[in-house]
């Protein structure tokens, strides 16, 4: 590696309570209300399999209720249709991560 370049440090992994290592994912979720401010400020109440958490609707302008969101660290980024959504729970849940959404409810 050059000196100074920036791929030269890499953050470090954190080791996981399971033994592996940890990820952050972009999870998907039902739109089940939208608080109808600007654009910017625009935020809604998502469902990810029974868990309602409050999300960032900025960057999804064209989201209303009733469609599926990718939200990863509280922003929705785009929207899903309802299979795809499904199909990223069945995959969650056979490697048993929706305890750790779970675990953070906050609404």
Not at 50 to 79: C, M, N, Q, R, T
Request: with cysteine.
């Amino acid at each position: 590696m050059m000196a100074g370049s920036p791929w030269g440090r890499l953050p470090q992994r954190r080791e996981s309570v399971k033994g592996g290592y940890e990820m952050c994912l972009a999870v998907p979720g039902k739109i089940v209300s939208i608080d109808d401010s600007p654009d910017i400020m625009r935020t809604g109440k998502v469902n990810f399999g029974g868990i309602l958490k409050e999300v960032s609707l900025a960057y999804v302008p064209e989201a209303k209720p009733g469609d599926y969101v990718v939200v990863h660290v509280g922003f929705a980024l785009s929207i899903v249709d309802e299979a795809e959504a499904n199909q990223v729970f069945e995959y969650l849940s056979q490697m048993d991560e929706l305890a750790e959404l779970e675990g953070s409810q906050d609404a």
